[in-house]
C-alpha cells in the first residue's frame, strides 16, 4: 500500500478509495449523533418551538459540507470519487436509521413523540446536504479542472 493509504489496482495502476473507511466515519458519526439526541436531544429538539427547530435545520447546512467536504481534502478524494464517497457516507447511517425512527418512542425516550415527524424530516435534510455536497463539490472541482 502506497504511503497516500490509497489502494493501487496493479493491473491499471489506477488508484483507488479504500470505501471502507468512509462507511466507518459514517457509522461513527451516526453513533455520536445517535447518542447526543439520545442524551441531550430534549433540550435543544424542541418541535414546537420554530425559532429552535429553524436553527437546527440551519447549523446541518453550515457545518455538514464543511466536515464532507473536510473529509475529501484529508482523503485525497478525486473529483471522480466525490459523489461515490458522499453515498458512502450517507448509505449507511441511513439505514441505521430506519429502526432508529420506527422505534422513535423507545429509543428517544426523553423527547416528545410529537417530534418523531421533525426529526424524520432533520434526518433528511442532513443526509440530502451530504449526498448534494458530494454531487456539487466533484462538478465544482471537475470544472475548476478544465
Known sequence: MPATGKLVNTASGDIQTPYGLFVFLSFLVWLILTSTLRLWGHTFF?????????????????????????????????????TTVA???????????????????????????S?????????????????LTGVIASQWERAQAV
Do not use: E, K
Not at 88 to 113: E, G, K, R, V
Not at 115 to 131: F, K, T
Open 115 to 131: 417530534a418523531d415527524g421533525a426529526l424524520g424530516a432533520w434526518l433528511l435534510w442532513g443526509y440530502a446536504i451530504v449526498l
Open 46 to 82: 424542541i418541535a414546537s418551538n420554530n425559532l429552535v427547530m429553524s436553527l437546527n435545520f440551519l447549523w446541518p447546512l453550515l457545518l455538514l459540507p464543511l466536515i464532507v467536504y473536510g473529509i475529501f481534502r484529508w482523503q485525497n478524494v478525486q473529483p471522480q470519487q466525490q
Open 87 to 113: 453515498i458512502c457516507l450517507a448509505i449507511p447511517s441511513m439505514l441505521l436509521d430506519i429502526p432508529t425512527t420506527y422505534f422513535f418512542p423507545q429509543l428517544f425516550p426523553n423527547m416528545p413523540s
